[in-house]
């Protein structure tokens, strides 16, 4: 089922000279997906590597997919790689550990010619709501390859990528973290941290507290994984220079009042972080109120973003 090389040759020389494949990106046809529902995964591959016909397909599989099956493909050789997850997953009910984490087809396809390589994966719950996954892809073909593995940044605009990594975006999770938790007097909404460059040594927390009884309570520390432990701080001008500082005595929540915590604002710090924090993940938590005692709380993840407190004030005294 191989392509005769001059035939090949010959249409792609053809196409070369009236299209323009250098700005067709791989891409997934469905580029959407559903946490914990099967997903059907089209990766469509648009051109060789300048004018040669791709012999390879490598798709790498993000953790937190799993369940991976690719679709054998006429005249193509099929080969998975498998391996350890970083964590664990529920599947079914079912703990999983372990999967394909590369899938590659060995064949031939024209520069000129259009192709579909699929295969069948499941999005797991480490993934928050409107994430963006990405899946590097690399084509190889005879002495030459095409690369697709770049990830924006985060606030970076994908579409300027040259060779961006094909992506699909979580929808709304059916089991996502409630949007406000109620606790006692309290109303505890939307607590999320921000993605962690490689090597930080704080990450920050963010939610919005509100009191709805008739006695003041505090917000006095909590606990976080992989932190050694968790500080309330504000944001305090000091010689000019804004700064973090903790919050003595708690942060005050009085009756009727809600409390933002946000970057650049009233914050919590989790302090001496053993490992990033990446976009996406959901990480459990806890908070500890005076009177409302420890709430357990979910912070999903987001990307690093622009609204942060710029990485000269982090300091900690
Ligand atoms: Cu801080």
Not at 111 to 136: I, L, M
Not at 184 to 193: N, V
Request: aromatic share 8%; charged share 20%; with cysteine.
């Amino acid at each position: 089922m191989f392509t005769s090389h001059s035939r090949g040759a010959l249409v792609a020389a053809a196409f070369f000279a009236v299209s323009t494949p250098a700005f067709a990106h791989v891409s997934f046809e469905t580029a959407q997906a559903t946490p914990n529902t099967s997903y059907k995964g089209i990766l469509r591959i648009p051109h060789g590597c300048d004018g040669k016909p791709t012999l390879k397909v490598r798709v790498r599989i993000p953790e937190g997919v799993v369940a991976v099956k690719p679709m054998p493909k006429a005249g193509w050789k099929l080969e998975t790689t498998k391996g350890s997850y970083v964590r664990t997953y529920k599947v079914h009910g079912e703990t999983v550990s372990e999967g394909v984490t590369d899938i590659v087809w060995t064949g031939s396809l024209d520069d000129g010619h259009y192709d579909e390589f699929v295969f069948q994966a499941r999005f797991t719950d480490a993934f928050q709501p409107g994430a963006t996954v990405y899946f590097p892809v690399v084509q190889e073909c005879d002495g030459a390859a095409e690369e697709w593995v770049q990830v924006p940044a985060a606030g970076e605009d994908a579409h300027k990528l040259a060779m961006p990594a094909p992506g699909v975006k979580i929808a709304g999770a059916a089991n996502a973290a409630p949007a406000a938790q109620k606790v006692g007097e309290l109303t505890i909404e939307q607590p999320w941290s921000r993605a962690t460059p490689g090597g930080a040594k704080v990450g920050g927390g963010y939610l919005r507290i509100t009191n709805n009884g008739k006695e003041t309570d505090r917000l006095i520390g909590g606990s976080f994984p992989n932190a050694s432990r968790v500080e309330v701080h504000e944001m305090k001008m000091e010689n000019d220079i804004m700064r973090m500082k903790p919050v003595h005595g708690g942060l005050e929540i009085k009756p009727g009042a809600s409390v933002e915590l946000k970057p650049g604002g009233y914050h919590l710090m989790f302090m001496d972080l053993k490992a990033p924090l990446t976009e996406g993940q959901i990480v459990k938590g806890t908070l500890v109120f005076e009177k409302v005692g420890t709430v357990d709380v979910e912070y999903a993840v987001r990307g690093m973003g622009d609204a942060a407190p710029a990485a000269g004030e982090h300091h900690h005294h």
